[in-house]
């Protein structure tokens, strides 16, 4: 079974400390990879895409990188701020005939405490 | 531009109810998607589609049923509600290759 893998479960950081979250995936036959935030109560947004022929994607002070050979993902925060306080999903969509859905891993919750 | 729309957003069911859960969106999306957010569990598919008057099982469509009759709209049926099926539910719709777009959720539960 495909599976995703999210570490930590839960992070604490101070205010303005940059910082990386973790997904893992058992396939590297993929078609893409998605990081989403989550707030409580709320639903996903997207927040960046990486198709498979690419290395990584920006956007302001997120940067998430992709090596499908190694089957890891990574979403690096500049300068984190309280604001950036959430649940932080990676969804992994696989190659192959009939495969339209996202994997999703359990999430990282972050906290950026002032 | 609404994005994707879930109604209800709250709903409480007795065992054996039924109920159909709405989502539309706005987008001209072809694919559509139902999942369910359970705690320690993760987002899981329930049903899919990938244009009008097209449906697909996911990985957990027991108890479930879809119809897709307006490319617009997604409907999730629970025809006899069990408290198993207290969840989060998370309808998405996407182009094929590109980012899945989600709605702000319904939250079920069965007593």
């Known amino acids: 079974k495909q599976e995703v893998t999210q570490i930590p479960a839960a992070l604490s950081v101070p205010e303005g400390e940059n910082l990386v979250l973790n997904c893992s995936f058992t396939?590297?036959?993929?078609?893409?990879l998605q990081w989403f935030r989550q707030d409580p109560g709320k639903g996903l947004t997207s927040l960046l895409l990486i198709q498979s022929s690419q290395r990584e994607q920006t956007s302001g002070r997120l940067n998430a990188s992709l090596d499908k050979s190694s089957g890891r993902s990574t979403l690096y925060i500049a300068a984190s701020q309280p604001g950036d306080s959430a649940t932080y999903l990676c969804?992994?969509?696989?190659?192959?005939?009939?495969?339209?859905?996202?994997?999703f891993g359990k999430g990282t919750k972050l906290s950026v405490i002032p | 531009n609404a994005g994707v729309t879930q109604t209800p957003k709250f709903r409480v069911l007795k065992t054996g109810q039924s109920m159909t859960l709405l989502c539309a969106q706005d987008m001209n999306h072809e694919y559509m998607y139902w999942y369910r957010q359970d705690p320690g569990m993760g987002l899981r598919l329930i049903h899919y589609?990938?244009?009008?008057?097209?449906?697909a099982k996911g990985e957990v469509p027991d108890g479930y049923n879809v119809s897709r009759l307006k490319k617009q709209n997604f409907l999730l049926g629970l025809e006899s509600a069990a408290p198993s099926q207290t969840s989060v539910y998370f309808c998405a719709s996407s182009f094929p290759t590109e980012y899945h777009h989600f709605g702000n959720g319904t939250r079920l539960t069965v007593t």
């Open positions: 396939d590297s036959a993929i078609y893409n």
């Open positions: 969804a992994v969509k696989y190659s192959g005939a009939g495969s339209y859905q996202l994997t």
């Open positions: 589609s990938v244009g009008e008057g097209t449906t």
